[in-house]
């Protein structure tokens, strides 16, 4: 079964620098997500893209982040100059259509600033 | 493996009886529900959906319910497994418009006793 893939599983970094996570989306999808869960808190939506840009972000994603599609397979997130606040899980999800089709979510990379 | 549970409330069900999991929702205009279940160090897996103009929707094993009057969301497991030890999360959106994000519950943590 197709599933999403996300790498790394685990990525330590010092506050201050930059980390890209990425991820490989189920490959017919056309919108793609990420979504961050801190620690015992909720999972948080940060931005969604579709048709090689941005079609929705939260308040969360602020300039330091940005989300890339660089070739047909991988869609990724930077952290441009990561803070302490951003140590928590990101997941990135894809879904083939718009509407109610299900979201499929990756297993996550866990990012922890130090 | 990630433990998101830490700060979550927890239902403990013994193996086979039937298991009930509420949820409250935030937004009126949320015309799409989803529940979410997720293990120990994996991303969020998608259970059973359900859209607005319906109050009830079952799936293998699984039902869920919609209250619009009160936003209230339930997901009934019958004959509850050890494999379903994890932590449930329902997500709401609203299905026309730009808006395309999940908005997620706080979770529960589902705990089989054997």
């Known amino acids: 079964e197709p599933e999403v893939t996300q790498t790394p599983s685990h990525q330590v970094t010092q506050m201050g620098q930059e980390v890209i996570l990425r991820c490989v989306p189920i490959?017919?999808?056309?919108?793609f997500y990420w979504y961050r869960q801190i620690l015992g808190q909720k999972v948080e939506f940060l931005v969604s893209?579709?048709?090689?840009?941005?079609?929705?972000k939260s308040e969360i994603f602020d300039d330091q982040f940005s989300v890339e599609r660089p070739d047909g397979s991988n869609f990724t997130l930077k952290i441009r100059s990561t803070k302490l606040e951003d140590s928590a899980m990101y997941f990135c999800?894809?879904?083939?259509?718009?509407?109610?089709?299900?979201?499929?979510f990756g297993p996550g990379t866990r990012l922890t600033v130090l | 493996g990630e433990n998101v549970g830490l700060h979550l409330p927890t239902l403990s069900v013994q193996e086979g009886d039937n298991s009930i999991i509420n949820c409250a929702y935030s937004n009126s205009a949320s015309d799409y529900f989803i529940w979410y279940k997720q293990e120990s160090g994996k991303g969020p897996q998608f259970i059973i959906d359900i859209r607005s103009n319906m109050d009830k929707r079952q799936g293998q094993r699984v039902t869920v319910l919609l209250n619009k009057t009160v936003k209230h969301l339930s997901l009934q497991i019958a004959a509850t497994q050890p494999g379903d030890s994890a932590v449930y999360f329902c997500a709401e959106k609203i299905i026309t418009g730009a808006n395309s994000k999940l908005t997620f519950g706080k979770g529960i943590t589902l705990s089989v006793r054997p």
């Open positions: 490959s017919n999808h056309l919108y």
């Open positions: 999800a894809s879904k083939i259509r718009g509407g109610t089709d299900t979201q499929y």
């Open positions: 893209f579709y048709n090689n840009e941005i079609s929705e």
